[in-house]
């Protein structure tokens, strides 16, 4: 562990309970093209299988069976419809799947049998996506072209037309940078959490309930001049909590510096060298929002549609990298 990863966990996700990620599945073998990446966007459709995105992979979007067996390539490079130049990510509802191009305005609907629909674009760009279950269709953050003042939510319906735009207020601060996560929570209210860590609630007109800054590891050293004394820990990814009970922050935090490892003749290390993940558990309170606890993982965990459900990526002993899916599980139960 590096210097400046000194957070320590006070208090476990709940009391007497540690998390672990138990993985299930892996998607793809030593020699399938999805090896090789840094980060993954991972997608569970049930008994259809999975579709996979990384970094490594670009624009092409892999389809597996339920089994984790390579199937196809749902998507290409290119700027026609459905096709795509970025590494994208991706989102299930009752209206399909929709991929959605990292930092760009175009969104690509897909049927549940993954034949292409259409693609759309949201103004500006978007954060995240996510399908809503309240309304059955999507949830979208947003950011206006230009400096990115001008941001907030959109509710798109299942065929992705927009049902309801919402501006965010000037009390805002998560939407005010890359969102790294809108989700509706269990209670109907929309959580964000920014990549600093900033998280957010709002009630359905999107008026501030709470705010909660997490203490990431890293941030601590922040310069405002200068950035960080070392790369620090980004939000990367949220969920509802299984109990139902506020949400779960999951963040990537780099053990060793990736600069260093550019400049290094040495071997490549392992994600579990490079990565650990921190896992935030907050809540709404009397006065706001509360970090309940955290717990901590020695790998890059994130999670899975809903639930338990989540995946890693793992270096396999001939050089190449694949990614498991499974549950996080629970010793002691959640209280």
Do not use: K
């Not at 260093?260 to 003749?265: F, L, T």
């Not at 040495?266 to 650990?276: A, C, I, T």
């Amino acid at each position: 562990m590096s210097l400046f990863l000194t957070v320590t966990a006070a208090t476990q996700l709940c009391a007497g309970c540690t998390v672990e990620f138990e993985p299930t599945d892996t998607l793809g073998s030593t020699a399938d093209p999805a090896g090789g990446g840094l980060l993954a966007e991972v997608l569970g459709m049930g008994d259809q299988g999975f579709l996979m995105s990384s970094d490594a992979l670009g624009p092409v979007v892999i389809v597996y069976d339920s089994e984790g067996r390579f199937q196809r390539e749902l998507t290409r490079e290119g700027d026609g419809p459905g096709e795509l130049r970025g590494f994208p990510e991706l989102a299930m509802g009752p209206g399909g799947i929709l991929i959605h191009e990292q930092f760009a305005p175009s969104l690509h609907l897909y049927s549940s049998d993954l034949e292409f629909t259409r693609t759309f674009r949201v103004p500006g760009v978007a954060g995240s996506v996510q399908s809503d279950p309240l309304t059955g269709g999507w949830l979208v953050s947003y950011m206006g072209a230009g400096d990115g003042t001008e941001a907030g939510i959109l509710l798109l319906d299942q065929a992705g037309e927009v049902i309801r735009s919402m501006p965010a207020g000037e009390e805002s601060s998560s939407l005010s940078v890359m969102t790294g996560d809108a989700i509706r929570g269990a209670d109907g209210r929309i959580w964000i959490a920014s990549m600093l860590g900033t998280v957010e609630v709002f009630d359905e007109d999107l008026g501030l309930l709470g705010s909660l800054d997490l203490e990431l590891p890293g941030l601590d050293a922040w310069n405002p001049a200068t950035g960080p004394a070392a790369p620090p820990a980004m939000v990367l990814g949220m969920r509802a909590a299984p109990d139902g009970s506020g949400v779960w922050v999951f963040a990537f935090a780099p053990v060793i510096d990736p600069t260093e490892v550019r400049r290094s003749q040495g071997p490549r290390p392992s994600v579990e060298e490079m990565f650990d993940t921190f896992i935030y558990s907050v809540r709404p309170g009397p006065s706001g929002l509360t970090l309940v606890g955290t717990d901590q993982l020695d790998t890059l965990v994130r999670p899975l549609g809903d639930g338990d459900l989540a995946f890693d990526m793992v270096d396999t002993p001939d050089g190449n990298r694949v990614v498991r899916v499974g549950r996080l599980r629970f010793s002691g139960g959640i209280r």
